[in-house]
Structures are given as C-alpha cells and as structure tokens.
C-alpha cells in the first residue's frame, strides 16, 4: 500500500505543485490549506508522515505540531519553513518536529528527508514494505557511554540521574553516538545512518541537531560530551 501524506501548506501554488510531485513519486496524498484542516484531517485518518507549513494563518504548523505531540501522537513531522535563522528551527524542533526543509526547497531533497523519516518508523516510503531492523545487542536493551544511559526499547535516554527529553531524531543521534564511543563519525557517515542521505557540505542540518542535543545534554560544571573534530565530524567521550 502507497505510504499517506498529509500536506499542510497555505500557498496554493506550493500546495498543488508538491501534492502532484508527491503523488507521482508514489504516495497518497491528502493536501489542506491551513493548521485547522490539518488537525481535522489527522485526527479523521492517521496519515504516516505530515509536511507542514511552518508560517499558515490561524493555526501555524508549529501549534500543528505541539497539539499532536501533547496528544501522544508519533507521526513523523516534515516541517516546511522559509525562516532560515537557527533559532527559528530549534523552536520547530522543540515543538516536537523530526525535521525541516527550508524554503526554497528541490523537491528531491523532501522526498529523501520523507524517505529517511519513513524508513526510521519501519517502513520503506513509496511502497510500504518493511525495513530490516538490525536485533539489539544488548540483552535488557540498554546501552552506556560517557554517563550517559539509553533504552533503545523505551526509547529513554538519562545524563547520570537526569532523564533527557529528546526528539525521534535527536535520539537516534544521540544513539550513533552512544554506540560509536570515542569513535569520531564523519559528516556523511552520520547523515546516512540517521538520514539515508548526505546533504552535502553546505548543510548545516547536522549542526543545528548537535546543537540542539548539546543544549539538552550539557550541565554547568560538567565536561561536554559531544565534541567537534573540525573538518571531520563529531565524536562522543567524557574529557
């Protein structure tokens, strides 16, 4: 069965070209014009993964997305945003965003950032088959690096005695990293594992995450975990 995709975009122009370029690669798409339709539509039939506008009128797609999140809802969240600064893409990915795409956008890059965001949930994207998931290895499901603590199941992560409230992509992260202790993981390697594609070196996706996951994980008078090899990548170790 073809994967659903409910797209949220107030610019009819974005809205019918991207539900068409959708469409053809394969999905189901259900297309709404503002964060109302959206809430409606997504309560009405659970899509597998939304896109949504971030700047709509009423209710914008950042509401969009904390009123599913409060809800316990999952669904992987695609956010279109034509703001650029960092700032404004960590309150996306505070409000409990899996990632972004900034406008102007290829619509190549969307169907790899939705690929990727499918394949996370267990599915291939156009065509619903299963992914392999490769077995844990740990018996109770539990990894631990550099004081940090992960239970890949439960999908918790705790600093010490402190638990981490990560998002789906920063978790996923954090656990590259937690796996690969004092291993430094270049750029691409980290953007294949976590995203199923490299971006290129003018991305700064994978910064704002490191980030964004630094922010959570640091404590005054506690050494920084997540360290930065110029060039290269990033490694995780306890200095």
Same mark, same amino acid.
């Given at each position: +069965?073809? @994967?659903?995709?409910?797209?949220?975009?107030?610019?009819?122009? %974005?809205?019918?070209?991207? /539900?068409?370029?959708?469409?053809?690669?394969?999905? /189901? !798409?259900?297309?709404?014009?503002?964060?109302? &339709?959206?809430?409606? @539509?997504?309560?009405?039939?659970?899509?597998?993964?939304?896109?949504?506008?971030? +700047?709509?009128?009423?209710?914008?797609?950042?509401?969009?997305?904390?009123?599913? *999140?409060?809800?316990?809802?999952?669904?992987?969240?695609?956010?279109?945003?034509? #703001? !650029? &600064?960092?700032?404004?893409?960590?309150?996306?990915?505070?409000?409990?965003?899996?990632?972004?795409?900034?406008?102007? =956008?290829?619509?190549?890059?969307?169907?790899?950032?939705? *690929?990727?965001?499918?394949?996370?949930?267990?599915?291939?994207?156009?065509?619903?088959?299963?992914?392999? $998931?490769?077995?844990?290895? /740990?018996?109770?499901?539990? %990894? $631990?690096?550099?004081?940090?603590? +992960?239970?890949? @199941?439960?999908?918790?992560?705790?600093?010490? @005695?402190?638990? #981490? &409230?990560?998002? *789906?992509?920063? =978790?996923?992260?954090? /656990? #590259?990293?937690?796996?690969?202790?004092?291993?430094?993981?270049?750029?691409?390697?980290?953007?294949? *594992?976590?995203?199923?594609?490299?971006?290129?070196?003018?991305?700064?996706?994978?910064? $704002?995450?490191?980030?964004?996951?630094?922010?959570?994980?640091?404590?005054?008078?506690?050494?920084?975990?997540?360290?930065?090899?110029?060039?290269?990548?990033? !490694?995780?170790?306890?200095?």
């Amino acid at each position: +069965m073809p @994967q659903n995709v409910l797209l949220a975009e107030d610019d009819r122009a %974005i809205r019918h070209a991207l /539900e068409r370029a959708l469409a053809l690669e394969g999905y /189901e !798409v259900t297309a709404v014009a503002d964060g109302v &339709e959206a809430l409606a @539509q997504a309560h009405r039939t659970p899509p597998d993964v939304l896109v949504l506008d971030v +700047m709509m009128p009423g209710i914008d797609g950042l509401q969009v997305c904390r009123v599913l *999140r409060a809800e316990g809802n999952r669904t992987p969240i695609l956010m279109l945003t034509a #703001l !650029v &600064e960092t700032a404004d893409r960590i309150a996306g990915l505070d409000a409990g965003a899996d990632d972004y795409v900034v406008k102007p =956008f290829d619509v190549e890059e969307v169907f790899a950032r939705l *690929r990727a965001l499918l394949r996370r949930t267990g599915t291939d994207a156009a065509n619903g088959t299963p992914v392999d $998931v490769p077995p844990l290895k /740990e018996p109770d499901g539990q %990894i $631990v690096a550099a004081g940090l603590r +992960m239970d890949i @199941q439960a999908r918790r992560a705790w600093r010490e @005695q402190r638990e #981490l &409230e990560l998002t *789906r992509t920063e =978790f996923e992260l954090l /656990e #590259l990293l937690v796996r690969n202790a004092g291993i430094v993981l270049d750029h691409a390697t980290i953007y294949d *594992r976590i995203w199923g594609y490299d971006f290129g070196p003018g991305s700064k996706n994978l910064a $704002v995450y490191v980030g964004y996951l630094r922010r959570k994980l640091d404590e005054p008078g506690a050494p920084a975990l997540i360290h930065t090899v110029r060039g290269v990548g990033y !490694v995780l170790r306890e200095d």
